[in-house]
């Protein structure tokens, strides 16, 4: 009676190692390569500085729409083609004479 006691018991024990097994041997991967697959489907905008503001020519559903949009409103963040690109404007300097105009694209 005490054999089938100790088996019971290391069966027991093999089937609690046997599940805790695979979360035991997972494991952490600190670095990788990942790859990305896609394709442009429209031509960047185009930017034309003026004197108090930039043409911004962007090509949208198969014609290109141009805007004149102020260096204020480009400062403000407003977005003239808000389903195509984001405009921001920040000063780079405390003189406030140069400037840095991002188009983030969606």
Same mark, same amino acid.
């Given at each position: 009676?005490?054999?089938? @006691?100790?088996?019971? @018991?290391? +069966?027991?024990?093999? /089937?609690?190692? +046997?599940?805790? &097994?695979?979360?035991?041997?997972? !494991? !952490? /991967? $600190? *670095?990788?390569?990942?790859?990305?697959?896609? #394709? @442009?489907? %429209?031509?960047?905008? %185009?930017? =034309?500085?003026? $004197?108090?503001?930039?043409?911004? =020519?962007?090509?949208? %559903? *198969?014609?290109?729409? &141009? !805007?004149?949009?102020?260096? *204020?409103?480009?400062?403000? *963040?407003?977005?003239?083609?808000?389903?195509?690109? !984001?405009?921001s404007?920040?000063?780079? $300097?405390?003189?406030? &004479?140069l #400037? /840095?105009?991002?188009? =983030?694209?969606?």
């Open positions: 009676m005490a054999a089938s @006691i100790v088996k019971s @018991i290391i +069966s027991a024990g093999i /089937v609690v190692l +046997s599940a805790l &097994t695979p979360a035991l041997a997972a !494991t !952490t /991967v $600190n *670095g990788g390569v990942i790859h990305f697959r896609g #394709a @442009i489907v %429209e031509d960047p905008c %185009e930017i =034309s500085p003026h $004197n108090n503001q930039f043409a911004l =020519s962007c090509p949208h %559903e *198969g014609r290109v729409q &141009t !805007t004149q949009v102020s260096y *204020g409103d480009a400062l403000r *963040g407003h977005n003239p083609y808000p389903d195509v690109a !984001t405009v404007m920040k000063y780079i $300097n405390p003189e406030k &004479t #400037a /840095v105009l991002q188009v =983030s694209y969606r």
